[in-house]
């Protein structure tokens, strides 16, 4: 359903000038004078101008105003308004005869005012023409002469282009402003939109109310007009009472008013619109309103008396509902049925304790979906259970886990992830779909062609349990990667836990003396169970699915174009700029607002550009947002304004502050379930950033650079490495083991929010492809890492070029100034905090990685105060190779040098 069509009202334009040109011309009221008129243009016939506003007529302080009011009709909600802004200098030159300049002067300055006179009035596209015809001749007083004055023509001095995605804003940047313009760079204007059409509509529905606690279905006599549904008891009440209430549709969520699940709701004929509104003192828990936070949520249930007149009314509000967010966005509540589908997942089969105590454990991870939660035992199998957190679902218990449809009722899904190619695959094996969740084609593909293959042919990140309930079978896998977290608890006797995070595990009880192990379920394989009559299960088949350096399986069917082959230069650069921006396009795949998390780096960079480019060839109707982290001196944060800059995002810096992150480092390790010395380090910035994300803005889905460094031999130590052929394995390695550090800080940094994270370098065909090059290509070259990856995007101004040569630097270095690391006042903190004593003790206290540092010993107690015993879950500590190294980062590295050093 396409929207309305609507009108646009321009007015209050204002353009700032400089503050030297301002301060110069107070000094030199006789000056140069600069006259401006703005041209707005909506297509051919609709063009209108401002009067003209001169340095000398129209100066409110440092701004030339323009009072006029502008509206333009019947223009459709893809519209683009072009502001364009033409300039006439008047220059007056120095003369040496007296006389000679009083009488042509005062003659030339009365024609000049008359015409500026004559131009105060709205200027009309056929007086604009005569304008500029007039100023294509110089005004001369004497040809050559000393006594000269002379005006040039009216010319385009600045432009900016106006989209729906305007609306709410007041101030807007010029484009192609000459250097010695006075403009500033900036126009403000006020802009309101108001849609063209008027739908109406009256008759009676019946309204589920409750009443002192039970549920009733009132007969209402509704009408439908502007915004609102207003009802009363009786058609005649309309005329001469205030009605009952009101349903304001601006406050609806629902993404499209669609007949009511009948499931929930057995009246025939009936809708559902669900509202939301703030919190209010009196507001209670009623059946059909809910207090979410510090919002009431309200579902509506309407019934009309034929399926034709239901049919009706739903075309009718969904037309509303599409004009009003098309035309007033901000007006709007953002549906709620199509929020982030960031998620936590739990299950248990075979528990010997009672259910209502374990699933205590699940509630560990809450922040993963802390809007919606839901418990489910297995039909038949009363110690197996399912748990599901989701994020911001309100009341829509039919969209919940685990995922079952009619087709297939034998089997249960809970998964967390997104499926890129879900639609694909729906297409190539004609898939008959259910529902609009992407993860319903798990089904599907386990149904044709068994787990194996069904795990091979997805593109995308998840974590996932099914049970086949049929074959008695229970299945589990993880992405390439491990982009989206799983872990395992299995005991010798099969009760089988799985869960999101680890945390949501260590609680459980049974009956063994020794507790098994907690273990991350290796990204890259599915397992599967047989699963008993007692509902404890036995392991059968654990094997990977796919090898990071083959091409994936579901590359066959991929809808990206053939790439050339051939290990040349030329056509290996062009393949990687392919299927980078491939794995950018295909994650914007959202219902919720997508930024970037921007360090000023190479990868991060390069995601950022790549990504606003894209939303603009997608048309997204939001600029992307930018977010960076640092301190005031900090070269992250210096350089990711630049960036910003030069890839017009839209910019937030959040200020970091020593003190604020050594506040910050037990609770991050709470969420990180790790005290890796490098990982805790760069999840605190990570941490708090994400905080501010979910606080002062409203992007929730996330892109970010992880995973590139590892790819493309990114890391300082590998200008060190004996040979490509160890580089490449190195890489390889590195890439494994992502599930351990830059995998898990990411997703744990920002699920701890309620965000979505996106990786685009662990794209499965763009690191099979890098994986594959020679040896030779994919090392440092020039004393420059990822010089590859560089060399592909140069020349092509995607990133400015000293950012597309910045150094590596660690992100929780360049926090702060090279003159000192974050790290340096993390171990001054502690270094009061740890005594000589305990670290003598270290190795005897904590055997296994034994800390080596006052800093390691600390984040290892913070560690053991949560997760006493679980020291295992870290295998080993991240650390540079091919060099002597004590401390993971990169500035006490022998090669290390600043960025002004180079």
Same mark, same amino acid.
């Given at each position: *359903?396409?929207?309305?069509? =609507? ?22 009221? $006789? ?17 209108? %101008? ?150 109406? $509509?009256?008759?009676? &529905? ?9 549920? @009733? ?9 502007? #915004? ?5 008891? #009786? ?46 003192? !009196? ?15 309200? +579902? ?61 454990? @699940? ?62 695959? +729906? ?15 798990? &089904? ?16 995308? /990140? ?61 990204? =890259? ?16 088949? *654990? ?7 083959? $091409? ?30 491939? %794995? ?23 995601? %950022? ?10 048309? &997204? ?16 944060? &210096? ?67 992880? =995973? ?16 490509? +052929? ?19 800080? %990411? ?6 929010? =309620? ?67 974050? #790290? ?16 003598? +003790? ?19 107690? /913070? ?7 679980? @020291?295992?879950?870290?295998?080993? #500590? ?22 002004? !050093?180079?």
């Amino acid at each position: *359903m396409s929207a309305s069509k =609507g009108s646009i009202t321009l007015q209050e334009l204002r353009l700032p000038l400089k503050a030297d040109f301002v301060c110069s011309t107070a000094n030199k009221p $006789e000056g140069t004078k600069h006259s401006f008129f703005i041209m707005i243009r909506a297509g051919a016939e609709n063009t209108v %101008a401002t009067p003209l506003a001169s340095t000398h007529r129209g100066l409110s302080g440092d701004t030339l105003t323009f009072p006029t009011k502008f509206t333009i009709s019947d223009v459709s909600s893809n519209f683009e308004i072009d502001i364009e802004v033409y300039g006439l200098v008047q220059k007056r030159e120095v003369c040496t005869d007296k006389k000679k300049k009083q009488s042509k002067s005062k003659i030339i300055w009365r024609q000049v005012n008359e015409a500026h006179d004559l131009c105060m009035s709205a200027i009309t596209p056929k007086r604009f023409l005569a304008i500029t015809k007039s100023a294509q001749t110089p005004v001369v007083a004497s040809p050559g002469g000393p006594n000269a004055i002379r005006t040039s023509n009216f010319v385009l001095v600045a432009s900016h282009k106006l989209t729906l995605a305007s609306v709410g804003k007041n101030k807007f940047p010029l484009e192609k402003v000459p250097f010695l313009c006075p403009l500033e760079g900036h126009v403000y204007l006020k802009m309101q939109c108001e849609v063209g059409s008027k739908v109406e $509509e009256k008759g009676f &529905l019946t309204m589920f109310e409750d009443v002192s606690g039970f549920g @009733a279905w009132h007969r209402r006599w509704c009408v439908l007009s502007g #915004y609102c549904i207003s009802y009363w008891t #009786y058609p005649d009440d309309e005329k001469r009472k205030n009605p009952i209430s009101r349903i304001n549709l601006a406050n609806c969520t629902s993404k499209k008013v669609e007949p009511a699940n009948r499931e929930f709701c057995a009246r025939p004929n009936t809708f559902e619109l669900i509202t939301v509104r703030p919190q209010r003192e !009196d507001d209670k828990e009623t059946l059909v309103s809910q207090c979410q936070n510090t919002m009431c949520v309200t +579902k509506n249930w309407l019934s009309a008396d034929t399926k034709d007149e239901r049919n009706l009314w739903m075309k009718k509000l969904n037309q509303i509902l599409v004009d009003l967010r098309m035309w007033q966005p901000d007006a709007c509540y953002r549906p709620l049925n199509q929020l982030e589908k960031m998620c936590g997942i739990w299950a248990l089969f075979g528990s010997d304790e009672c259910l209502s105590v374990q699933c205590t454990s @699940a509630m560990k991870i809450a922040h993963r979906g802390p809007d919606a939660f839901r418990f489910e035992n297995v039909n038949g199998f009363t110690n197996c259970c399912f748990g599901f957190h989701r994020l911001a679902i309100v009341d829509q218990l039919y969209g919940m886990q685990p995922l079952r449809i009619k087709k297939f009722p034998f089997l249960w899904l809970c998964y967390n992830g997104e499926i890129y190619n879900h639609e694909t695959l +729906k297409k190539q094996f004609e898939f008959d779909y259910q529902t609009k969740v992407d993860g319903e084609v798990l &089904l599907h593909l386990y149904d044709r062609f068994g787990i194996q293959k069904m795990a091979s042919l997805l593109d995308g /990140v998840f974590a996932f349990v099914l049970l086949d309930t049929a074959n008695r079978k229970v299945c589990l896998g993880r992405d390439t990667y491990g982009v989206r977290p799983l872990f395992k608890f299995l005991t010798d006797d099969g009760f089988l836990a799985v869960c999101s995070e680890a945390k949501g595990l260590k609680d459980l009880t049974h009956a063994m003396d020794t507790p098994p192990e907690i273990i991350p379920f290796l990204p =890259g394989h599915f397992e599967v169970f047989d699963l008993k009559p007692t509902g404890k299960v036995q392991s059968l088949q *654990m094997e990977p699915f796919h090898c990071c350096t083959k $091409e994936p399986s579901h590359a066959v069917y991929d809808t990206l174009e053939t790439l050339p082959t051939g290990f040349d230069e030329e056509t290996v650069k062009g393949n990687i700029r392919k299927l980078f921006e491939s %794995a950018v396009r295909k994650r914007l795949m959202a219902h919720r607002r997508i930024g970037c998390l921007l360090s000023g780096g190479l990868d991060s960079s390069l995601v %950022a550009a790549t990504l606003v480019k894209l939303a603009k060839e997608e048309k &997204l109707l939001y600029p992307i947002q930018t977010f960076s982290i640092g301190s005031e001196d900090s070269p992250d944060v &210096l350089a990711a304004r630049k960036v910003a800059a030069h890839i017009g995002s839209e910019h937030h810096e959040v200020n970091f502050t020593a003190e604020e992150g050594i506040q910050a480092v037990e609770e991050v390790i709470f969420h990180l379930e790790t005290y890796d010395i490098t990982t805790v380090r760069a999840s605190v910035g990570m941490y708090l950033i994400s905080k501010y994300i979910r606080e002062k803005s409203d992007s929730v889905v996330i892109f970010s650079g992880e =995973g590139s460094d590892e790819l493309t031999q990114g890391y300082i130590y590998f200008h060190k490495a004996p040979t490509p +052929k160890a580089a490449a394995e190195d890489s390889v390695r590195l890439m494994k083991e992502l599930y351990l550090f830059d995998v898990l800080r %990411a997703d744990r940094t920002t699920a701890a929010h =309620g965000l979505e994270l996106r990786v685009p370098f662990l794209d499965h065909r763009f690191t099979a492809y890098y994986l594959s090059l020679p040896e030779e290509m994919r090392t440092p070259k020039d004393g420059v890492e990822k010089h590859l990856l560089r060399d592909s995007f140069k020349g092509l101004n995607l990133i400015p070029e000293d950012i597309l040569w910045r150094r590596k630097e660690a992100f929780s270095d360049g926090m702060m100034s090279v003159k000192k690391s974050w #790290y340096t006042y993390l171990q001054d903190h502690l270094e009061s905090t740890v005594n000589d004593d305990q670290m003598e +003790k270290a190795r005897k206290t904590f055997p296994h990685n034994p800390p080596s540092s006052k800093e390691a010993y600390y984040f290892r107690q /913070v560690f053991e105060k949560h997760y006493p015993g679980r @020291a295992y879950w870290l295998s080993h #500590y991240w650390m540079p190779r091919w060099i002597d190294a004590t401390d993971p980062s990169a500035r006490t590295l022998s090669i290390y040098k600043p960025e002004k !050093d180079q």
